[in-house]
């Protein structure tokens, strides 16, 4: 019942407040601040953050509806939603010291500060053991250069999580997450970057010019980087899996009812044995996606690994994101390659979802990791 109230409220507030703007928005390429000002107090920012800090602390099933739901409308804005819980909050939940907890979570949990993720470089994603950022200790302070690129939730951000290599003789092992500020001296935005699709998300690059951290805003201890940066991302695999399921619900509805109105040799094409195995493979793709997705968050909450089955459901969520918007938009026909309408968005939308949090290619890496584990 708890998972059916969640779905039911959040639902709703997708559909009415961001359900009118979702086609503007994206066309705009415009991040609707009057729709982040009605979720900060209803906790949309602080999904999962411990309510002793001002957050909801749901379980993760329950974060997955709340992040499949607002995509479902606008995965623009459910990616915002997802990146800052999974990538940004959570890692400060999971790895900080309590005068981190203390704070930066009541900021990130009302939403007062957006959080970011950054990872990816220009020749740094899927390795993320080869970053060129670096942190030089330096007279009791980290010392931050290097650019990122990439950054969803960039150009709004107020707090970015940021990877670095501190030993630069071993980078794999000798890196650190870091916590930068807006407004730090040397911490810089780029322009806007120009998306195919999840286009109401402000994804920038990010610039470090000797941006000075005390030793304060390290997350865990030195060399600990790859270890958080690894378990944060699985965490994110979760919510990318739970947007991509979104947007391949909202697609197979819009077929749905569009192949019961669309008629052609005067019946609707709904009747046609053809439309009724695209409907039938859509369904079927979606459910399995969510039990796949629900186990993921089932094992996290009960505090085993998850890292396989996080990679299972992303990958298998992402590839039936691009598989059910390609049928939507071809049960369309000429109207769904049409930016009159709306699946033409979700086709555009999906596609991202099998390359951040870690391509499809890197999660068969890991799935096959843990297969091959299992065996010696």
């Not at 606008?74 to 915002?80: M, P, R, V």
């Not at 555009?348 to 297969?371: C, F, H, L, P, W």
Request: glycine residues 10%; charged residues 20%; neutral net charge.
């Amino acid at each position: 019942m708890k998972h059916k109230a969640v779905r039911k409220t959040v639902r709703k507030f997708a559909e009415t407040e961001l359900g009118p703007i979702s086609h503007e928005i994206d066309r705009e390429s415009r991040f609707p601040w009057e729709v982040i000002e009605k979720m900060r107090p209803l906790n949309y920012f602080g999904l999962q953050v411990p309510q002793k800090y001002g957050g909801a602390e749901l379980d993760t099933i329950s974060y997955a509806i709340a992040i499949e739901e607002i995509s479902r409308v606008c995965a623009g804005i459910g990616l915002c939603i997802t990146v800052h819980n999974s990538v940004a909050a959570y890692p400060i939940v999971r790895f900080g010291s309590q005068e981190q907890k203390k704070r930066f979570l009541p900021l990130l949990a009302s939403g007062e500060h957006i959080g970011a993720f950054c990872l990816t470089e220009a020749n740094a994603g899927s390795d993320a053991g080869a970053v060129e950022t670096t942190a030089v200790f330096e007279n009791d302070d980290y010392i931050v250069n290097g650019t990122k690129v990439f950054v969803t939730n960039g150009g709004v951000c107020h707090l970015a999580l940021t990877f670095a290599a501190m030993d630069l003789d071993n980078r794999r092992s000798g890196a650190g997450v870091f916590i930068v500020e807006k407004g730090m001296p040397g911490f810089s935005v780029g322009e806007l970057e120009d998306m195919c699709g999840m286009r109401a998300n402000p994804v920038s690059s990010l610039f470090f010019e000797d941006v000075r951290l005390p030793q304060s805003h390290m997350l865990g201890r030195p060399g600990d980087g790859l270890k958080i940066g690894l378990n944060t991302l699985d965490t994110g695999r979760i919510g990318i899996g739970a947007q991509a399921l979104g947007i391949a619900q909202a697609a197979f509805e819009a077929a749905l009812k569009y192949s019961k109105e669309r008629q052609q040799f005067k019946k609707p094409i709904s009747s046609f044995q053809t439309i009724q195995n695209y409907l039938a493979d859509m369904a079927t793709q979606i459910d399995a996606a969510r039990l796949l997705l629900y186990r993921a968050c089932a094992f996290k909450d009960a505090g085993q690994p998850f890292g396989a089955e996080a990679a299972m459901a992303k990958l298998h969520c992402s590839t039936t994101a691009t598989h059910v918007t390609n049928l939507a938009l071809q049960i369309h026909g000429g109207y769904g390659y049409s930016k009159e309408y709306d699946v033409e968005r979700y086709f555009r939308d999906a596609k991202v979802t099998e390359i951040y949090e870690g391509t499809s290619e890197v999660q068969r890496m890991v799935i096959a990791r843990s297969v091959l584990s299992k065996l010696t």
